[in-house]
């Protein structure tokens, strides 16, 4: 089983940045497409964005210009920079494996006005 465990989430005001990170426990990783996704308390999880293996991203239109995913495969890390956060970005991520259908247990972004 593949384990995938988010750090650098944390409390920030709004207008400024955060990078989170998602580690993968197996070099699967270098293979497989991978995701970001959000969930705010009291709505569903939302796809923020994806990324292939070989690094090709898509996004979500709320996010469009001010987040950017990115991928280290020696690492087996995937990356999502977050800039110019606003209050309604506040919400649990979580990085997702979807050949496997993997999650990771997720980690609170806080964005105070």
């Known amino acids: 089983q593949v384990q995938l465990v988010e750090s650098g989430g944390g409390l920030v005001q709004a207008g400024g940045s955060l990078r989170l990170s998602c580690a993968a426990s197996d070099s699967i990783f270098r293979f497989s497409a991978m995701a970001w996704y959000r969930q705010a308390p009291g709505k569903q999880r939302e796809l923020v964005g994806t990324?292939?293996?070989?690094?090709?991203?898509n996004y979500a239109d709320f996010v469009k210009g001010r987040f950017t995913i990115s991928r280290d495969n020696a690492k087996n890390t995937m990356f999502l920079q977050m800039n110019s956060l606003k209050p309604e970005d506040t919400a649990v991520y979580f990085c997702?494996?979807?050949?496997?259908?993997?999650w990771g247990q997720g980690i609170q972004v806080t964005v105070s006005s």
């Open positions: 990324i292939t293996s070989s690094g090709y991203t």
């Open positions: 997702y494996m979807p050949s496997l259908n993997y």
